[in-house]
């Protein structure tokens, strides 16, 4: 069974900076690690994913040009450097793991484990 395990989030003025990360238990089977978030009255949605290998990321628009999803290898963790904080990214922030490479990239359903999310709040 793979634990998923978030830190990092808290409450920033807009145009700061937050950094989430999540430790996972093994890498064994896992391909691709991401981020997802959901907002009050709003559907999950994918914020940015990286492979285990390192060698692929993908991002929402809404996030591109300031959140970076990167790879700590050697402490099996993911980090999501969260630059120029705006209200609309408040919401609830999920790691998530996915066995193998399948299936499109934002879509939930496609991950088989979840951690327990972490809150961003950004204020005006």
């Known amino acids: 069974q793979v634990q998923l395990v978030e830190s990092g989030g808290g409450s920033v003025q807009s145009g700061g900076s937050l950094t989430l990360s999540c430790t996972t238990s093994t890498y064994s089977s896992i391909g691709y690690l991401g981020w997802f978030r959901q907002a009050p009255g709003k559907e999950r949605e994918g914020v940015a994913t990286i492979s285990t290998g390192g060698s692929s990321t993908f991002y929402a628009d809404a996030v591109k040009g300031r959140f970076t999803i990167s790879r700590i290898s050697a402490r099996k963790t993911v980090t999501l450097q969260m630059n120029n904080l705006k209200p609309e990214d408040t919401a609830m922030y999920y790691c998530?793991?996915?066995?193998?490479?399948?299936?499109?990239?934002?879509?939930?359903?496609?991950?088989?484990?979840w951690g327990q999310g972490t809150q961003v709040t950004v204020s005006s």
């Open positions: 998530a793991a996915k066995r193998g490479y399948g299936g499109i990239w934002y879509e939930p359903s496609t991950y088989h484990y």
